[in-house]
Nanobody
Framework: QVQLVESGGGSVQAGGFLTLSCVVS????????MEWFRQAPGKEREIVAA????????YYADFVKGRFTISKDNVKNTVYLQMGNLKPEDTAVYYC??????????????????WGQGTLVNVSS
């Protein structure tokens, strides 16, 4: 069983920076993509960014392109999300998860694992 533990959230002012971390533990050999999702109050969970297991390709939602960077450290089994120029509309709980490459990784319903507790990002104007 794989466990995902997110951390790094906090409260920042608009224009600020945060780096989120997601530590993956357990048997995760079937990982093809690592992903970050977010869920704002009253809204559905949505894809933010994804990275292929070998780091050869990345995906970013249009609303974060140029502001966020996803990366991974296979030695530490950790995925990062560097967030810059944060906006109030980035306020949400951020979650990581995995995809096995056999389904659309952009859909939260195709995530492989139980969702962790997430990490809250609160951006004030």
């Amino acid at each position: 069983q794989v466990q995902l533990v997110e951390s790094g959230g906090g409260s920042v002012q608009a224009g600020g920076f945060l780096t989120l971390s997601c530590v993956v533990s357990g048997r995760a050999a079937n990982t093809y993509f690592m992903e970050w999702f977010r869920q704002a109050p009253g809204k559905e969970r949505e894809i933010v960014a994804a990275i292929r297991w070998d780091g050869s390709s990345t995906y970013y939602a249009d609303f974060v392109k140029g502001r966020f960077t996803i990366s991974k450290d296979n030695v530490k089994n950790t995925v990062y999300l560097q967030m810059g120029n944060l906006k109030p509309e980035d306020t949400a709980v951020y979650y990581c998860n995995r995809n096995d490459g056999y389904s659309d990784y952009r859909l939260p319903g195709n995530a492989l694992d139980a969702w962790g507790q997430g990490t809250l990002v609160n951006v004030s104007s």
